[in-house]
């Protein structure tokens, strides 16, 4: 066939199921590119095939042959190469020379490549590869693709680093990637990073995406000051859809070999988790053996009755301080053991539980345990109408246990009745209650059966006003918002009454409005008092999201205080602390939360709060609190994330002490974002309750698509830095979430 040198012929070649007789037609076309077909496009059905080349030959039924610039298209293929044959026989081509298969996006390039048609088969020397849904890619001796969704490679490297970077890669002798079931499995593995081994392994096998998949996770290290070096290799075993379990050797150098095993379980009516630690052989404890259990079970028995456990224990009172890196778990004081359920029976709720606690006790700082429950039962009811009245009833029995303290049993029954008046703009509610409380405690001396019959009365009154106005030139909607809130409430001598779980309320803008200025049913209040606050609103109108609010409160006392628990003394003063608060979201940066406790009679602020964020674009995220308690604590905070660039990210967060002089909370971190891997830098230095001080570091690498190498700060930063945001899942960030089952 003579040769072209501008022109293409193109065999117009039909897939096997042509009518028998019918030609091999060949037809001229113009020098155009072949654009492939998208790659999400059906390619099971039968499809005309194009060839185009500078030489083509054949015999009509049995071969084609071409050379020469050769181009090959049919539906979801394109192949390019120097040389191909192509056999209608056996609907089987091999391209060799300089070889391009792109394969519905899937890429091959070699310098020998057979590809099956029928079965979409193939085998390729030498070639390289990159799998658009895996987003990887690699080179191989020998690669073969046995179907749609299954490959395999010998002699191979595996990355999903973008062209040109190598940052990281496995070197493997066997590579299976298995679609169908979402796994790839690599025997004789090499981790490589910036070309220096990191990792030698007989074997690894990871999902190829988000789905979780039972094998050795990548091990982790990092060193506190409490243990030294720390090295774990944990196992996970996805033994179901809804059950698995993660088993980590940890290795501590100043203590020995610590197991934590943790389990999780998820069926239609019951879900929970259980884990354990434990450590036989604590050397820095003279080989004392130490653990911490814990279990939290909750299940649905029906549509209205369900149930939970919470069981956890710890060996001794350092465990957390000892063992744990982290500040939220070393901060733990008691460790509850309950068991609880609630029936919803429509317009009632029975709920019932037994709680006790084991108490880890600071020995700078001794606490009083907290009594036992055994049992609490709970009914509450509520019918919003009857005729116009709002009817509630509060009704609990408890029995109170403790080792060194008074026990007995308490019962209270506080049935109410309120009668709301609403109009559009005003909302007046009087309400009318009887407290009854019940005791029978386990002492000799004094009688045994005491109780108490108190009634309440209330008096809440809203009115609301709008109007229209503006900020720096943003239309909004402003509310005045006066309310008032009056409580009766005779004196009753509670002095012979116990004290089980009494205490006196924090005051502030919410129990306010509350009846009673004591938590717990030990104590009501003896009041005659109107508290006053006005509240001020600013809200978009377009969206009815709420900018800004302010808000300004005061109790008026109109008699002495009268009821008190032990060892306090009464009120004098005939007016409460000014309450106020500034709250909301002026811009979509800006957002303010603070908080003022003001004594009118000493003309000093008693508690104060204040925290403002910044956060422009997610990943950068600047945070500045402080926090104020006479005769107690004064601390300013101080945390951000802020993205330098695509790249460059910096973490941090300081808490201190003004009243301590001395930091309580000290973090430090750098992240790096390459795209195909994140590396991350995390100091760390806190105070425990024994006011030791816990130091650790961690280094962390995270290779996209494949796995973490080192310790999880992660953790760490997202409760210490609020706002903070995996700079791997930034919107600018092109790849996928790292696949760790239990995150």
Known sequence: MSHLARWLIVAAISLPGMAAGQSLGLKLRLDRELRPIPPDEQTDQESTLFIAADELSGTEGDYVDAAGHVRLRTRGRVVFADKLFYSLRDDTLTATGHVRVDRRGDVLEGKSVTVNMRNDSAYAESPEYYFRQLNARGKAEKLFIDSKTHIR????????????????????????????EDEGVARNVMVFFKNIPLLYTPYIDFPLSNRRKSGLLTPTYGTTGKSGFEFTQPVYLNLAPNFDATIAPRFLAK?????????????????????????????????????????????????????YLNLQKASDDLYFVDLSNRLAVTSISNLPREAGFTYAGGWWTLSGRTQKFQTLQDPRAPIVPPYARLPQLTL???????????????????????PTL?????????????????????????????????????????????????????????VTFERDTSFLGTPLLQTLEPRLYYVYIPYHDQSRL??????????????AFSENQFVGGDRINDANQLTGAVTSRLIDPLDGRERLRLTLGERFFFGEQRVTLPNTPPRTQSRSDLLAAATGR????WYIDSALTYDVNERHQDRSSLSLRYNPVPGKVLNAGYRFNRDSFEQTDLSAQWALNDRWSTVGRWSYSLRDRRSTTVIAGIEYNAGCWVGRFVMQEFVTLTQDSVRAFFVQLELNGLSKIGSNPLDILRQNVAGYQNINALPQTQFNEDYYPLQ
């Open 153 to 180: 490679a010998l002699g191979a490297t595996y990355s999903t680093c973008k062209v040109p970077e190598d940052d990281w890669y496995l070197r493997v002798g066997k590579l299976d990637l298995d679609r169908k």
């Open 255 to 307: 203590r020995g070999l610590m197991l934590n095993n943790e389990f999780r379980y998820l069926m239609p009516s019951f879900r929970g988790i259980a884990s354990v630690e434990y450590l036989p052989n604590d050397r820095d404890r003279q080989g004392e053996r130490r653990y911490a259990l814990a279990l939290r079970h909750d299940e649905a028995f029906s549509n209205r009755l369900t149930g």
């Open 380 to 402: 509450t009811a509520l019918e919003p109408d009857v005729r116009g009245f709002e009817a509630q009833l509060y009704s609990e029995f408890v029995s109170f246990s403790h």
């Open 406 to 462: 008074l026990n007995g049993r308490r019962f209270t029954l506080y049935p109410s009745l309120s009668y709301p008046l609403q109009r559009s703009f005003v909302t007046i509610t009087p309400k009318l209650g009887l407290h009854q409380t019940f005791y029978d405690l386990d002492r000799s001396t004094l009688p045994s059966n005491e109780s108490r019959t108190i009634p309440t009365f209330s008096l809440d009154s809203t």
């Open 498 to 511: 116990p004290v089980f779980d009494t205490a006196l309320a924090d005051f502030n803008l919410a129990q």
């Open 586 to 589: 002026m811009t979509g940066a």
